[in-house]
């Protein structure tokens, strides 16, 4: 996909602009599916984990089935093509300073220093939490990005990017608790003094 194209059945077919990727995983069973490859999941810009909805929303989305055999059929457009690419242009606006970007970088790195780890985050990974934080900073409101934008995202970015040591996993550790430790240890920048 990042070549703007996929092959299905030997035929190569052009992807628009933008094109997006959204991609489910149950945790649960794993029979007859297959977990992807690291390289793939490092792909992925962000992993949100959902959960289950409260009594009254569960209710609410068996409810929508009463109306329509596929609620999803009915979903409107939200944001045209052009609305999309204005606001990723946008998002490339926002500033994100030596320090801040080098705090970034610092978190990434740690990572593969971090002995509980046997896989850090790559250098995509650095790319993914810029462009996040970026983004995250524009939802802000604001043109420049901060350490807390690269905190807030960090997880959501980084988290399924890592693989824990066997021995560690085995433990109860977990790749979230990685990053806490991870981004309790990179020292913040601090902005200079007038």
Known sequence: MQEHQVSVDGQT???PDPFLVLATENPIELEGTFALPEAQLDRFLVRVEIGYPSEDGERAVARRYRVRAEPL?????????DAIRAARELVRTV??????????????????????????????????????SQ???AL????????????????????????LDIDRELAGATAEQVLGEVLG??????????
Request: a positive charge; proline letters at 13%; charged letters at 20%.
């Open 13 to 15: 077919h052009p992807l």
């Open 73 to 81: 059929d009915a979903v409107p457009v939200v944001a045209e093509a």
């Open 95 to 132: 500033l994100v300073t030596e320090d801040v970007e080098r705090y970034l970088v610092a978190v990434c790195r740690a990572t593969r220093a971090h002995p509980d780890l046997r896989l850090g985050a790559s250098p995509r990974a650095s790319v993914a939490l810029y462009r996040a």
């Open 135 to 137: 983004a995250w900073a």
């Open 140 to 163: 802000d409101g604001r043109g420049f990005v901060l350490p807390d934008d690269v905190a807030a995202v960090a997880r959501p970015v980084l988290a399924h990017r890592l693989l």
């Open 185 to 194: 240890s990179v020292p913040i920048p601090m902005p200079p003094r007038p």
